[in-house]
T-cell receptor
């Protein structure tokens, strides 16, 4: 186990609703990245938080937003849910930025289904 | 635009056989190439990684072969075991970035 935890495990929402997913990073890690993994696809980068600031963003619309808290846990918020938002949402934590040798560790993910 | 192309999509191998998964990339700024293993209900876990200054890296039964001029790299799993049955992702990232670009994944099934 990586020490990265996510909640909830599964979630079913209706189109147009809002959802909040949570991630607790591995002890000592100050960087959290969020990914969307659609069925049969590789993870796609959503955004990254470093020391409570957004530090990079992938090709996702503004209705995907996030927060990182002083204890380095993080939230992913998605507004106005669409059917295509159905996916496994992964968070990954790591220590600091810019060091190739510091790998990121993934949580088990939250499976979101939008109906 | 798929920056890292992975094949095959699925692979079935007998126990003891060799599993080979191939990836190709276009962005010459990539300089770190990790492979991840993902079991059902789990997040991806780093399996093995290589930098382009070497042509091969071996860790136990897992070997990465890297061809910089062809912009291709591959994962070889020797003596494949049923416990290796998982989805494998190749990825690539630029120096100083934690943000890998993933391939679409290969579902490996190893029959006993």
């Amino acid at each position: 186990e990586t020490g990265v935890t996510q909640s909830p495990t599964h979630l079913i929402k209706t189109r147009g609703q809002q959802v909040t997913l949570r991630c607790s990073s591995q002890s000592g890690h100050n960087t959290v990245s969020w990914y969307q993994q659609a069925l049969g696809q590789g993870p796609q980068f959503i955004f990254q938080y470093y020391r409570e600031e957004e530090n990079g963003r992938g090709n996702f619309p503004p209705r995907f937003s996030g927060l990182q808290f002083p204890n380095y846990s993080s939230e992913l918020n998605v507004n106005a849910l669409e059917l295509d938002d159905s996916a496994l949402y992964l968070c990954a934590s790591s220590l600091d930025l810019g060091t190739v040798l510091n790998e990121q560790y993934f949580g088990p993910g939250t499976r979101l289904t939008v109906t | 635009q798929q920056q890292v192309k992975q094949s095959p999509q699925s692979l079935i191998v007998q126990k003891g056989g060799i599993s080979i998964i191939n990836c190709a990339y276009e962005n010459t700024a990539f300089d770190y190439f990790p492979w991840y293993q993902q079991f059902p209900g789990k997040g991806p876990a780093l399996l093995i990684a290589i930098r382009p200054d070497v042509s091969e890296k071996k860790e136990g039964r897992f070997t990465i072969s890297f061809n910089k001029s062809a912009k291709q790299f591959s994962l070889h799993i020797m003596d494949s075991q049923p416990g290796d049955s998982a989805t494998y992702f190749c990825a690539a990232r630029t120096g100083g970035s934690y943000i890998p670009t993933f391939g679409r994944g290969t579902s490996l099934i190893v029959h006993p």
